[in-house]
C-alpha cells in the first residue's frame, strides 16, 4: 500500500464511510467512502465544484453530512463540534486565509500553540511560557518564517501566509493534518518548494496527511494514493501513476468541467 512502509494491516486513521451531503437540492458529495492509513499522505483532487471542500468541512465537523459516518482512529466523530474533532487530533487549513493580519508572525503561532496548550490543561500562566515559545520557534523554523517573525501576518508575501496558515494548523499538534489547496495562487516554483516542505514535515512529525487540490500535477509527486471525486462522487482511487492514467480521471478533467 503506502510506499513509505506503512503496515497494510494498521487500523484506519480515518475512515469515510458513505458520506453524502446536499445543499437543497444539490448533491455536493454522494456516497463518498475511503480509508486514510496512519502515516499516509492521501490526496484527494478533482475539477472545481467537485466537492472537495465539502469533503472537508463534512469530516472536520463544520457541516453535517445528510448521511454516512466519519470515523478518526476508530471512534465515530460524525456530527460532533469543530472544536471538539480538533480537540481529538485533526486540524484543517482552509481555502480562504484564516490569519489573524493585523498581529505579527510570531503573535499568530502563538495564539495557536496556546489554544493547545489549553485544551492541554495546562491553562495556569501559559502567557510567555517558555514551552508554547519553543514550539512557536520549531514552528516558524521549519516554514522558513523566522527572518519574518516579528512582521504583520499581513505584511507576509501570499505563499508566506500559505505557509503561515499550515503552522497555525500545526501549532494544535493534530495527528490528521487537511490541506484545502494549499498552494493555491502560488507560482509553479513556489508550489514545488512548498509540496517537498509540506511533504518533508508530514514525515518528519510522523502526521498523517490529507491533502485537497484542485491541480492533479501538485498531488502525483508527494501522494501515497489519490481520489477523485468529481460532481461529488468518487470516480477513483489508487497510487498517482494508476489514476493519472485512468480515462475516467481524464475524461473528468478535459471534458465539460470548468477546470
Ligand atoms: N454552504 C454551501 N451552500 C450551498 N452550496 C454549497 C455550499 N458549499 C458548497 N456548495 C456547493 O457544493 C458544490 C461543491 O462545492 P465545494 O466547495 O465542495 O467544491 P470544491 O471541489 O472544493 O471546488 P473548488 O475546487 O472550486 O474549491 C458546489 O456546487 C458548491 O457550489
Ligand atoms: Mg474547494
Redesign the pocket.
Known amino acids: 500500500m503506502a510506499r513509505n512502509g506503512v503496515a497494510a494491516a494498521s487500523a484506519p486513521m480515518l475512515e469515510v464511510d458513505g458520506l453524502s451531503?446536499h445543499?437543497?437540492a444539490?448533491a455536493?458529495?454522494t456516497d463518498v467512502s475511503f480509508q486514510v492509513s496512519p502515516g499516509e499522505i492521501f490526496s484527494v483532487i478533482?475539477?472545481?465544484?467537485?466537492?472537495?471542500?465539502?469533503?472537508?468541512?463534512v469530516i472536520t465537523g463544520l457541516?453535517a453530512p445528510t448521511a454516512g459516518r466519519v470515523r478518526f482512529r476508530g471512534d465515530d466523530i460524525t456530527g460532533l463540534a469543530p472544536e471538539i474533532i480538533n480537540r481529538r487530533g485533526v486540524a484543517k487549513t482552509f481555502?480562504i486565509t484564516n490569519i489573524f493580519p493585523e498581529i505579527s508572525v510570531f503573535e499568530n503561532v502563538r495564539v495557536a500553540c496556546q489554544s493547545r496548550a489549553a485544551v492541554a490543561g495546562r491553562l495556569a500562566s501559559l502567557w510567555r511560557r517558555p514551552d508554547v515559545d519553543d514550539g512557536v520557534v520549531a514552528l516558524l523554523d521549519a516554514f522558513g518564517l523566522t527572518a519574518r517573525r516579528d512582521e504583520l501576518a499581513e505584511n507576509l508575501s501570499h505563499g508566506e501566509q500559505r505557509y503561515l496558515e499550515i503552522c497555525l494548523a500545526l501549532a494544535t499538534e493534530p495527528t490528521l493534518l487537511l490541506l484545502?489547496?494549499p498552494t493555491a495562487g502560488m507560482t509553479p516554483g513556489e508550489t514545488r518548494d512548498a509540496t517537498a516542505l509540506i511533504r518533508a514535515i508530514v514525515r518528519e512529525r510522523g502526521l498523517t496527511l490529507l491533502l485537497?487540490e484542485?491541480d492533479m500535477s501538485v498531488v502525483m509527486g508527494i501522494s501515497d494514493r489519490v481520489a477523485v471525486?468529481h460532481f461529488?462522487k468518487k470516480i477513483a482511487e489508487g497510487p498517482p501513476e494508476a489514476v493519472r492514467t485512468d480515462p475516467s480521471v481524464i475524461d473528468a478533467y478535459l471534458g465539460g468541467a470548468d477546470d
Not at 478533482?46 to 468541512?57: D, E, H
Open positions: 451531503r445543499f437543497g444539490l455536493a458529495l478533482g475539477p472545481n465544484g467537485a466537492g472537495k471542500s465539502t469533503l472537508f468541512n457541516h481555502q484545502d489547496e485537497i484542485h471525486l461529488g
